[in-house]
């Protein structure tokens, strides 16, 4: 891995970790929350340091938290910068887009909060960059049904999910891409996708992985604590895009339309 990391390496990834966790009720920042006994960030770096391509991390951290987390990923054996993230999660992105130094054009910028993402799914953004693309994405079908309601909550109109999709980090950019769109952003964007769309960019997707949900909610916490239990410890860089976990966007999950 060490010899792809040195012939590769060509991958920046800021990590936007500096948010509270609302939705995860009252703690510690979500990044440093446990999971399996570890804090959620650590997962999280480590399988962004086991995808070939990446040589720097840029970690967006949150209030008063830089220091523990210089002292959690001391161990982490690509560079990785830390920055004081900002009150949104777009300003904790540009913050740590600033300390990526103009040698990286290649830039994935990916949640703490999906700590389980395969290092397979990086690799996979890192690679449709490289083919040519400005901005790419992970996107899975909706397997819900979607309906629209009203102000009391009824329901005004069944959407056709079939043009749906769910949308995962890492996204990728050329560095040109991300640095024109977050200069000229408009409003607060949920992800950097959004941004470049704003600022006209086609965004490609790739297929995306049920390994990279993001974590929010405690049920969010047992599902990672089952999947890492289930996995009996492998680190997810074992996980294979392409398997029965990872879904061409293009395909309707499941045998039926139903869901
Ligand atoms: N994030 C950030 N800075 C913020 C807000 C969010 O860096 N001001 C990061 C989070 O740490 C997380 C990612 O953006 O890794 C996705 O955000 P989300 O899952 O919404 O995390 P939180 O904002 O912490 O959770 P909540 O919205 O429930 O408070
Ligand atoms: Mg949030």
Do not use: Y
Request: glycine share 10%; charged share 20%.
């Amino acid at each position: 891995m060490t010899a792809q990391r040195t012939a590769r390496g060509d991958v920046a990834i800021p990590v936007p970790a500096a948010g509270s966790g609302v939705r995860m009720g009252p703690g510690a920042p979500k990044a440093l929350r446990l999971l399996a006994g570890e804090p959620l960030l650590l997962h999280a770096v480590r399988n962004i340091a086991a995808a070939p391509s990446v040589g720097l991390i840029v970690v967006a951290a949150p209030p008063n938290g830089a220091d523990t987390i210089a002292s959690m990923l001391g161990n982490v054996d690509i560079p990785v910068r830390i920055v004081l993230g900002g009150a949104t999660r777009q300003a904790s992105v540009a913050s740590a887009l600033g300390a990526v130094p103009a040698e990286f054009d290649l830039i994935l910028v990916h949640d703490a909060a999906r700590a389980l993402t395969p290092p397979a799914l990086i690799e996979a953004v890192a690679a449709k960059l490289r083919a040519g693309s400005s901005a790419v994405i992970p996107a899975l079908p909706v397997v819900d049904t979607i309906k629209r309601v009203g102000d009391a909550a009824e329901v005004v109109a069944t959407v056709d999910r079939s043009t749906l999709r769910a949308v995962q980090t890492p996204q990728g950019f050329r560095r040109a891409t991300l640095t024109a769109a977050h200069a000229g952003a408009a409003g607060d964007h949920t992800d950097d996708a959004g941004l470049a769309e704003q600022a006209g960019v086609r965004v490609d997707t790739v297929p995306g992985d049920d390994r990279a949900f993001k974590i929010t909610r405690p049920f969010d916490l047992a599902v990672a604590e089952a999947l890492l239990a289930f996995d009996g410890g492998t680190p997810a860089s074992d996980a294979i895009v392409g398997d029965s976990r990872s879904i061409d966007p293009n395909v309707e999950r499941g045998t039926t339309r139903e869901g």
